[in-house]
C-alpha cells in the first residue's frame, strides 16, 4: 500500500486538533486529520455541551418546583426525560455537524474516520472505520487523543451495570435511587441533576472532602448545598465491593469511619476521574514517553520528548478544559505559523463547577498561595448580603477573593453563588489586567447587578475583624 505524505497529521479531533487542522490547512498546509468517532471530542460529545444542556433542564425543574416562593403557581411538575434527552441530542448534533461541515469543506484537509496509531516516528497508520487501513507519513505530528472514564479496581465492579457519565446521559427515565461513586465535578453535577429529575441520590466520596482541589471552606458550602437539595454525600468513605442484589438492584458495600455500610440502588454512576487514550496509540513506536498515569508530559511549547511530535489538550495531564484545549491550539498556531514564542507558562486557568449555584473558580487556593510564599489576604462575602441575589431569591454559596498583602493584585477567586461562572469570569479578566482589587472596591457598577456586589467583597478587606491575613514566616 502506497504511503500519503503530509505536512501534517492530527490524531484525534477536539477542541485543539479541529480548529488547528483547518487553520493550518488555511495557511498552505496538507493536513491529515484523523477521529475514531465524532468530531468535536469529549466536549461536544460526552462532556460540556450535552451535560449542561441537560443542567439547563434540570434547573427548570428546580425552579418550577420553587415557583411558590415567588407567589407562582404551577402545580405537580413532572420531566420528561426522553424529551430531556432529545433535546440534548439535538444541539449535540448540531454543534458536531457545524464542526465536521467546516472541516470538511476545506481544502487541504483530509478527514479520516478510524483509529491512527504510530507505526514508526513519523509514521502513523489508520485502521479505518469503513474498513481497510491508510499508511501516512508527515514531518509533524499532533496527538490531540483526550481521554476516557476511568474505572476504579473496585472488587466486582465488573459484574454490576455501572453508568459512565457518558451512558447516564442516555437514560430514558430517572433512576429511583442513583448512587454515585466519586465527589468529583462529574460526580457533583450528575447528582445535582438526577436529584432534579426526581431521583434519590447518595453520593460516595473518598477523600475527606468533595472537589479535593478546592479549599476546605468551598468544599464544605458545595456538601451543605447538596444535602439542602436532599442528596446524600458520604465522606470519607471508600467503596470495597460492589455487587448485584435482588430485583437487578446494585450494592455497594462502604468503608466509613463510623463502620461499614451497605448501600442498594437502582443505578450506579461511576464517576472516579479519567484515563488518557494514549495506551491506544502505539507510542513507543514513535519513542514517546508517558508517565505514571499514561499521560504525555510535554514542555511549555506542548512539545513531547520525541522531535516533532506535539500533545494537545486533556492527553497531556494539563487542566482538563475545553478552553485549556482550545488555548493549546492557539499556542501551537502562534509559534508555527506567526513565528511566536507562546507558551503555557503562568496562563490563567478558570473553570466553572455547573452545579447550582455555580462554583466558578480562578487563579490560586488558599493552600495554593501558602505553599508558594505568597503574603496575601482573604476577602469573603456571603451571598445573603448581595442585593441581586437576595432579589431573585437565589442566596446560597460565597464569594472569596486573595490579595497579595504588598500588591493589592488578585491572586485567586472562587465565587459559589447564582452566576459564579459569569462573576469569577469578571475578576479573572481584572487579573488579566493586572487591576488592584481598590480599584474594583471603588468601581461604579450597574444597579442592581451581580458585578456590584464586587464593591461590598472587597471592602471587606477594610475591616481587620472581617480579614484573615497570611504572611509567610509568621
Known amino acids: 500500500m502506497a504511503v500519503q505524505t503530509y505536512d501534517a497529521i492530527i490524531i484525534g479531533a477536539g477542541q485543539a486538533g479541529g480548529p488547528f487542522s483547518t487553520t493550518l490547512a488555511q495557511a498552505g498546509w496538507k493536513v491529515a486529520l484523523i477521529e475514531k468517532e465524532h468530531v468535536g471530542g469529549s466536549c461536544v460529545n460526552e462532556g460540556c455541551t450535552p451535560t449542561k444542556t441537560m443542567v439547563a433542564s434540570a434547573r427548570v425543574a428546580h425552579l418550577a418546583r420553587r415557583a411558590a416562593d415567588y407567589g407562582v403557581d404551577t402545580g405537580p411538575v413532572t420531566v420528561d426525560l426522553t424529551k430531556v434527552r432529545q433535546r440534548k441530542r439535538d444541539i449535540v448534533d448540531m454543534f458536531r455537524n457545524g464542526s465536521r461541515r467546516h472541516i470538511e469543506q476545506t481544502d487541504g484537509v483530509d478527514l479520516l474516520f478510524g483509529e491512527g496509531y504510530f507505526t514508526g516516528p513519523k509514521t502513523v497508520e489508520v485502521a479505518l472505520n469503513e474498513g481497510g487501513t491508510r499508511q501516512l507519513v508527515a514531518d509533524k505530528i499532533f496527538i490531540n487523543a483526550g481521554t476516557r472514564p476511568a474505572t476504579p479496581p473496585i472488587p466486582g465492579l465488573d459484574s454490576v451495570p455501572a453508568l459512565t457519565s457518558t451512558s447516564i446521559m442516555e437514560l430514558d427515565a430517572a433512576p429511583e435511587h442513583l448512587l454515585v461513586i466519586g465527589g468529583g465535578y462529574i460526580g457533583l453535577e450528575f447528582g445535582q441533576m438526577f436529584r432534579r429529575f426526581g431521583s434519590r441520590v447518595t453520593i460516595v466520596q473518598r477523600g475527606k472532602q468533595v472537589l479535593v482541589r478546592e479549599d476546605a471552606d468551598v468544599a464544605e458550602e458545595v456538601v451543605k448545598i447538596l444535602r439542602q437539595d436532599g442528596i446524600e454525600v458520604l465522606l470519607e468513605a471508600n467503596t470495597t465491593q460492589a455487587a448485584q442484589a435482588e430485583n437487578n438492584q446494585i450494592q455497594l458495600t ?53 522531535p516533532g511530535v506535539y500533545a494537545l489538550g486533556d492527553v497531556n495531564g494539563g487542566p482538563a478544559f475545553t478552553h485549556v484545549s482550545y488555548d493549546d491550539f492557539r499556542i501551537l498556531r502562534t509559534n508555527l505559523l506567526q513565528n511566536g514564542n507562546a507558551t503555557t507558562k503562568n496562563r490563567l486557568v478558570p473553570y466553572v463547577v455547573f452545579i447550582d449555584p455555580q462554583l466558578g ?114
Open 254 to 306: 462502604v468503608a466509613t469511619p463510623q463502620g461499614d455500610r451497605v448501600l442498594t440502588g437502582s443505578h450506579l454512576l461511576v464517576a472516579a476521574g479519567r484515563t488518557p487514550n494514549s495506551d491506544r496509540l502505539n507510542l513507543q513506536a514513535a519513542g514517546v514517553d508517558v508517565n505514571q498515569h499514561g499521560f504525555i508530559p510535554v514542555n511549555e511549547r506542548l512539545e513531547t520528548n520525541a
Open 361 to 474: 473558580r480562578v487563579g490560586l487556593t488558599e493552600q495554593e498561595a501558602i505553599a508558594q510564599g505568597h503574603a496575601f489576604c482573604v476577602a469573603k462575602l456571603p451571598m445573603t448580603h448581595v442585593a441581586r441575589a437576595l432579589e431573585v431569591d437565589e442566596t446560597r454559596g460565597f464569594m472569596k477573593a486573595l490579595t497579595d498583602a504588598h500588591t493589592d493584585q488578585i491572586l485567586g477567586a472562587a465565587v459559589l453563588g447564582i452566576e459564579g461562572g459569569e462573576v469569577m469570569s469578571a475578576l479573572q479578566m481584572a487579573m488579566m489586567g493586572q487591576v488592584p482589587f481598590t480599584a474594583i472596591r471603588n468601581g461604579v457598577f450597574a444597579h442592581p447587578t451581580l458585578a456590584e456586589s464586587l464593591n461590598n467583597l472587597f471592602m471587606a478587606l477594610d475591616d481587620e475583624e472581617r480579614t484573615t491575613c497570611h504572611y509567610p514566616n509568621r
